[in-house]
């Protein structure tokens, strides 16, 4: 047996993420951006725990700027 097996053995695994921890610290339904008739977003749902670590990833043009802009109020939004 090697050190690093002595000294894991017996013990579980340790939990990631928000494990264990469900205070809801960001929730968003419905968000929608409108530029002048041009929907850049659409109805997009956001629910974020505490402890969570997500990532925004899309193509350029996607709308992830947009989609942060409008969640801090830099952008108006609707929904």
Known sequence: MTEVEAS??????????????GTQYLEVRG?????DGFKAVTDVDLTLFQGDLRFLI??????????????????SASG
Not at 31 to 35: A, G, K, M, P
């Open 31 to 35: 968000l929608t951006v409108d530029f």
């Open 58 to 75: 899309g193509p350029n043009g996607a709308g992830k700027t947009t989609v942060i802009d409008a969640i801090t109020g830099l952008v």
């Open 8 to 21: 894991s053995a017996g013990k579980e695994p340790i939990e990631g993420g928000n494990a264990g921890m």
